[in-house]
């Protein structure tokens, strides 16, 4: 387990994890929820400490940058590529995928929805606990569109994360829960948030099956930071205090 542990540290992060045994495949995702807190609690140690010297509008923008950078930019890249690719009037959307240059309209989206998280961050009731459980939010939406997705042929490494183990979205839901009790304790929201993000990442599965015959890295991405957004408005929505 420890080598699947490492795996999902490394394959998330920019961390220099040397882990040569274990290969990259769907069962890290059991550990995304865990590596998720990992990544969301370093940001929130960052955020406590450039809160204290600057102006949380500032603070909030260094911590997103801190974010994109600790996840090597990573989802980011999928979700241009996938806006390019549903926005293009090509048939060959499969092209565009491939295509690593970044067009007009995704870096439009790209600008707009960084922009929406940073709003949304700012003006958030508890942002320490918005800081802590983004990523979390986020990874277990890629466990659950990876267990209901369909592969795209031989589309890249994203298709070694779709898989039918109902062990591993369990294994991986529980742990995700089991964070979000601890860290937040209201159990009405949380059930809220799940249904939510379960009911999101349930939907775009079929539709990207659909409109571009599979699931591949860029749509797991793309999903990453769509739910990104939904929680953090869910999350403005509530009353916490």
Same mark, same amino acid.
């Given at each position: 387990m420890i080598n699947l542990f490492l795996a999902s540290l490394k394959f998330l992060t920019i961390l220099p994890i040397s882990n040569k045994k274990q290969e990259v495949d769907y069962k890290i995702m059991?550990?995304?929820?865990?590596?998720?807190?990992?990544?969301?609690? =370093?940001?929130y140690f960052v955020f406590v400490m450039l809160n204290k010297i600057l102006d949380l509008k500032v603070s909030v923008f260094f911590i997103?940058?801190?974010?994109?950078?600790?996840?090597?930019?990573?989802? &980011? !890249?999928?979700?241009?590529?996938?806006?390019?690719?549903?926005f293009s009037f090509k048939k060959d959307k499969l092209q565009i995928l491939k !295509?690593?240059?970044?067009?007009a309209v995704g870096a439009i989206y790209l600008v707009?929805?960084?922009?929406?998280?940073?709003?949304?961050?700012?003006?958030?009731?508890?942002?320490?606990?918005?800081? &802590? &459980? &983004?990523?979390?939010?986020s990874k277990t939406a890629l466990c659950i569109i990876g267990f209901f997705g369909k592969k795209m042929h031989n589309e890249g490494?994203?298709?070694?994360f779709l898989y039918s183990d109902f062990k591993v979205l369990i294994l991986s839901l529980v742990s995700s829960v089991a964070?979000? =009790? =601890?860290?937040l304790k209201k159990v009405y929201?949380?059930?809220?948030?799940f249904l939510i993000n379960f009911f999101v990442s349930f939907l775009l599965s079929k539709y990207f099956s659909y409109k571009l015959k599979g699931i591949n890295g860029d749509v797991f991405g793309f999903v990453n930071e769509i739910l990104e957004v939904v929680f953090l408005f869910i999350f403005n929505l509530s009353f916490m205090e």
């Open positions: 059991i550990f995304f929820p865990t590596v998720a807190f990992i990544i969301g609690s =370093l940001c997103l940058s801190f974010y994109i950078i600790i996840s090597d930019f990573f989802h &980011l !890249d999928g979700f241009v590529d996938t806006i390019d690719a549903l !295509d690593p240059h970044i067009g707009l929805i960084i922009f929406a998280k940073y709003v949304l961050l700012v003006n958030a009731k508890n942002i320490g606990i918005c800081i &802590l &459980l &983004l990523p979390v939010y490494i994203g298709k070694n964070i979000c =009790l =601890l860290v929201l949380i059930f809220g948030l």
